[in-house]
């Protein structure tokens, strides 16, 4: 019986947020003030496939976006965390749900030789095209009226919890670690023995704070983290029980 431990990755993994930090590639590290004025609320995918092409016509290359994205830290105790984990490989199994991209994440962890550590990765699907843009799409629909077109992280936690219960993969309890409004709809819908870690200062912590003072309902635990180290020592607690 294993822990199913459910990662962000903008402000989670990394101490920043890979959209954002790919800007330093543009020309003065910043955009063009129409493209910037050009996102619409809901449709973060789209903004980004028109920054990358942007990026791309400006003549910026793969490696140099790649040497830019793999220069993001990690948040403080990550390494730490992830080192943790590979020792305790038969107590955990690790997922990655991101509004990233497929691109962004695979770069930071390979090269950070990470990738062992994650059962699987959700994310927005990417791509260099024969232009030499980076393309991105959706990662899927759904229903959910609360989160971005593009992503309920809820939806794909439950889809993948049913699947792994299929292939006779129950878990204890699910930990979430993240920080933000979109990891706001997962944690809601966690379960009486898991636990929501909410990165401290942060918009999910935040909001789950005003969710108790509002006495809004949640049945898992909340434990705050500002070091991945932290999260460490809530873990070691989790297995000794
Ligand atoms: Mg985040
Ligand atoms: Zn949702």
Redesign the pocket.
């Known amino acids: 019986m294993k822990i199913l431990l459910v990662f962000?990755?903008?402000?989670?993994i990394i101490d920043d947020n890979s959209d954002t930090w790919i800007v330093q590639c543009a020309p003065d590290k910043k955009l063009p003030i129409e493209l910037q004025d050009s996102y619409q609320k809901g449709f973060w995918t789209e903004f980004m496939g028109r920054v990358f092409k942007y990026l791309g016509d400006e003549g910026v290359r793969e490696n140099e976006m790649k040497t830019t994205m793999t220069s993001i830290p990690f948040t403080p105790g990550m390494v730490e965390l992830f080192n943790f984990i590979r020792k305790n490989k038969d107590k955990f199994d690790c997922i990655i749900i991101s509004d990233s991209n497929s691109v962004f994440i695979d770069w930071v962890l390979e090269a950070a030789n990470f990738h062992d550590i994650f059962a699987k990765v959700f994310t927005n699907p990417a791509a260099f095209d024969n232009n030499g843009h980076l393309t991105v799409e959706n990662y899927h629909a759904h229903s959910c009226n609360r989160c971005p077109k593009n992503l309920c992280k809820n939806v794909v936690l439950v889809e993948f919890v049913e699947k792994q219960l299929q292939q006779g993969v129950n878990y204890t309890q699910i930990v979430y670690i993240?920080?933000?409004g979109n990891d706001v709809c997962p944690v809601t819908f966690l379960k009486k023995n898991d636990v929501a870690m909410p990165r401290k200062g942060y918009t999910l912590q935040k909001t789950l704070s005003r969710m108790s003072q509002n006495l809004e309902p949640m049945e898992s635990s909340i434990v705050v983290w500002s070091s991945g180290v932290e999260i460490i020592s809530h873990l070691q607690f989790l297995i000794k029980e």
């Open positions: 962000d990755f903008d402000n989670t993240g920080d933000g």
